[in-house]
């Protein structure tokens, strides 16, 4: 049987990357998935083909997740539309590539407000139909970039690692407020291979690739280079979206192979 039948989930960010095949995996467990996106055309197709290979469905909303009123509306209609709310699976974020002494304001409060903001509007959403539901899950995605430096830093600019390590403090500050009411919040913080990494890849020389991929092989405990949504990361998102994490609250949970060995 599948292990989500009946569960009713938004997910943000499920027009690309994590967040497509995440929507896929949660359907084929037999969830009721919302999807919202700012990629109308990526996002339609995805839900559509999610949606006819079952057993769950999938529908599309549009939704800039750093526009509050957007954010509030769309949660209100994917509500109506699934019948209430037992997950949201936040991971719609942005990265703008830049060396922290160059970044203007304005490219750093484009990175937070999508990311952090982002973060803070769709939990803020969901939690009166969580509340009243009795209980429910939230996962945010964060990145270990919010945890470690890296070298070349430019590829997790200033911005992005400080938008993540914000969503970290975050998680566990709401985590024990929220606990009361049943609600569990984690944050996930995967080394997957998405459109987002192979834009970092595509930026460096081939002497830089060669010399990245060389530490991946050397740093990651299994298969030593990142891994697959559908294999390596939707199988523990099924899990923590289900019965079974009912106990797992304020937790950084790490999916990449054991490229951050962290306690």
Not at 76 to 102: C, F, I, M, W, Y
Request: glycine residues 12%; proline residues 3%; aromatic residues 8%.
């Amino acid at each position: 049987m599948p292990e989500l039948l009946g569960r009713r989930i938004i997910l943000t960010g499920g027009a690309q990357g994590i967040g497509a095949g995440l929507v896929k995996a949660l359907v084929g467990e037999g969830a009721s998935v919302a999807t919202l996106d700012v990629l109308e055309q990526e996002g339609t197709a995805v839900v559509a083909e999610a949606s006819a290979l079952g057993p769950g469905n999938a529908t599309f909303l549009r939704c800039d997740v750093s526009n509050r009123a957007e954010v509030f509306a769309s949660f209100g209609t994917a509500v109506d539309q699934l019948g209430g709310l037992d997950v949201l699976v936040h991971v719609a974020a942005v990265s703008r590539p830049k060396n922290a002494e160059d970044i203007s304001e304005e490219e750093w409060d484009g990175v937070l407000d999508i990311n952090l903001k982002g973060t803070l509007f769709t939990n803020q959403a969901a939690f009166p139909y969580l509340k009243e539901a009795g209980g429910g899950r939230i996962m945010n995605f964060a990145s270990t970039a919010g945890l470690v430096a890296y070298a070349r830093q430019r590829h997790y600019n200033a911005s992005y690692a400080a938008s993540k390590a914000a969503v970290l403090g975050f998680v566990r500050a709401i985590a024990y407020e929220w606990g009361k009411y049943g609600i569990t919040v984690n944050a996930i913080c995967p080394q997957m291979m998405t459109p987002m990494l192979e834009a970092a890849r595509s930026r460096r020389s081939p002497e830089e690739l060669a010399k990245w991929e060389d530490e991946l092989h050397e740093k990651m405990a299994i298969d030593g280079r990142p891994g697959q949504t559908e294999r390596d990361l939707a199988p523990f998102v099924v899990f923590m979206a289900g019965e079974g994490s009912r106990f797992i609250t304020g937790q950084t949970l790490i999916v990449d192979g054991g490229k951050t060995l962290s306690r």
